[in-house]
């Protein structure tokens, strides 16, 4: 069975980073692609970042080069690095593997920046 756990949320202030972990069980991590998405209150879940199997990576243009996705296979993780934090960015960031037609969602982890 496909569990992810996400951990590393918090609140932090404006400007600041935070580094977000997903860990993936169900052995199905390395060939799957992994993606970070985030929903803030009211609004629909938007993709922030996802990095496939091979380790390419895309992000949406607004956190272009304030954060940075990657994957440890060997510890069945993927990360988001989260920098220069923007209260708008406030929201539950959830954790997605994708492999074919199978999706897993974890069940969330609370970003909350202030201003």
């Known amino acids: 069975q496909v569990q992810l756990v996400e951990s590393g949320g918090g609140l932090v202030q404006a400007g600041g980073s935070l580094r977000l972990s997903c860990l993936a069980s169900?052995?199905?991590?390395?060939?799957?692609?992994m993606g970070w998405y985030r929903q803030a209150p009211g609004k629909q879940r938007e993709l922030v970042a996802i990095?496939?199997?091979?380790?390419?990576?895309n992000s949406a243009d607004s956190v272009k080069g304030r954060f940075t996705i990657s994957r440890d296979n060997a510890k069945n993780t993927v990360y988001l690095q989260m920098n220069s934090l923007k209260p708008e960015e406030t929201g539950v960031y959830y954790c997605?593997?994708?492999?074919?037609?199978?999706?897993?969602w974890g069940q969330g982890t609370q970003v909350s920046v202030s201003s």
């Open positions: 997605k593997l994708s492999l074919g037609w199978r999706e897993y």
């Open positions: 169900g052995g199905i991590f390395r060939p799957s692609t």
């Open positions: 990095i496939t199997s091979g380790g390419n990576t």
